[in-house]
């Protein structure tokens, strides 16, 4: 299989470091607010990795962390941690925030039919493997404390820093994602820890160094290395983490361990909404809870799958209608008759295109413009456990399948009113009616 790499800005062969086990990392969420769909673009893309992996016979050790604390507003050395600032907004407790806000994504990654990551660690209860982290690159003299209780990575000290984002350390010192700090050597230096003001209690940690809290990549850094070890198959996120997020990992890792810390880097592409970038002030932003009112989690999975993961997707109402008509058309067929035999050439198809880099709106298109007819079921159950889609049975529901008979029998009367009323609740049951010369098809959304 062919993955794209954002560190050698090349496809490459899949060569897992163990045959039959992926370690794969994904950066998780930042619990002070709910997913929009940026977000689940991102675990929805990392879904069709991980589904795509299983079904070639790998079991997927998929890491994906909860960031709890360290993550600052604008990303910015200076600025407040974005739960600290929303509990100040809303007047809840921190506990209650990362509470509520975590289970809020895990309830996302559910109803979208994405398959759970083994582990989700949270920062909060991992500071010890932070701490421990921090003194080993101080030992290795690649960061630095200072008298005001802050420690720092000295970016001169990793000559290849800025491999991932190709940039150079005097683009990156005139980039706008840097700021002087009093107390840093260099003002492309980044945070490991940070001193909390005096008196705060609440995500604050004695340390060697002072009272307060890890900065936001080393998190990454940590829990990587215990859960998955030095160096591991696949670590991905959205393209916007390439620099600083991932950048900063490297250089921390690296310099910790003396080797690479992923032998892939996998990125996705931007998602924009009606051409707009998504954004708060915008007030554009879309939550998953709000798409899924419109669209099914089928609907909303093939919409995002008919472009490439690396490429950008503009989330506009044609492009879910776009995902609506490609699930009623596969549904369909797949509600008829199947061939006991696939057609060979088909299959080779999808998956060659599935294993060129995921291209999965080339498998799409031909699965279902051509293929649930030429494919076994037994081959439609593989795809649609590859791309995540849920076929609920109309006779798996017994009320839905009421519904379904008294409908038939009310348009055999001529009792259209009656069969209108049994189409509309039917649908709210999540089946879409379709009618054709053999009669009515019902098919789940
Ligand atoms: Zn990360």
Redesign the pocket.
Known sequence: MLLYDTLSASKREFEPIDRRRIGMYV?GPTVYDYNHLGHARTYLSFDLLHRYLRFKGFEVNYVQ?ITDVGHLVGEREAGQDKIKQKAEQTGQSLTEIIEHFSEAHKKDLRLLNILMPSEMPAASAHIKDIISFIEGLIEKRVAYQTTEGNVYFAVSKKPDYGKLSRRGLTEILTGTRVEPAKDKRSPADFALWKAAPIGTKELTWESPWSRGFPGWHIE?SAMSRKYLGDTFDIHG?AVE?VFP??EN?IAQSESLTDKPLANYWVHTGLLTINGQKMSKSLRNAVTVSDALKNYSANEIRLAFFQTHYRKPFDYTSQALAQGVSLRSKIFTSYSGSLPSESDKAIWDEIISALEDDLDSPRALAIWAAEGVNKLSRQDNDKLMAIFGLNYRHLEDDETASRLAKERDEARKKGDFLTADNRKAELSSKGFEVIDNEQGSVYVPR
Do not use: D
Request: proline fraction near 0%; charged fraction near 10%.
């Open positions: 950066c962390n990454c996120s983490h997020h991932h990992e």
